[in-house]
Nanobody
Framework: QVQLVESGGGLVQAGDSLRLTCEASGRAFSIYNMAWFRQAPGKEREFVAAAKWSGRNIYYADSVKGRFTISRDNAKNAVYLQMNSLKPEDTAVYYC??????????????????WGKGTLVTVSS
């Protein structure tokens, strides 16, 4: 099993930046991809960004390209989401997810094997 714990959420104003952290524990060596998803009020959970645990493969949703950056620290079993130029529409609960492997990347929610409990990001206008 892999445990994922997110942190770093909060209330910010439009245009501000925020960095989310996800720390993995347990059988972290089995992780192949780490990802961030988000769920806005009244909407379905959606893919935000993902990174291969080892290697350079990185993926972003079109809505966050150029504003969000995913990075990882393998030594700390952590993945980060740097969010810049935040918009009110970025308001959501952000979830960390992990996919074991090796398997081809699949951005669907059901393709992830482990989930954190989420951290709330609120962007005021």
């Amino acid at each position: 099993q892999v445990q994922l714990v997110e942190s770093g959420g909060g209330l910010v104003q439009a245009g501000d930046s925020l960095r989310l952290t996800c720390e993995a524990s347990g059988r972290a060596f089995s992780i192949y991809n780490m990802a961030w998803f988000r769920q806005a009020p009244g909407k379905e959970r959606e893919f935000v960004a993902a990174a291969k645990w080892s290697g350079r493969n990185i993926y972003y949703a079109d809505s966050v390209k150029g504003r969000f950056t995913i990075s990882r620290d393998n030594a700390k079993n952590a993945v980060y989401l740097q969010m810049n130029s935040l918009k009110p529409e970025d308001t959501a609960v952000y979830y960390c997810a992990a996919r074991s492997g090796p398997r081809p990347w699949d951005p669907r929610e059901e393709a992830m094997d482990y989930w954190g409990k989420g951290t709330l990001v609120t962007v005021s206008s």
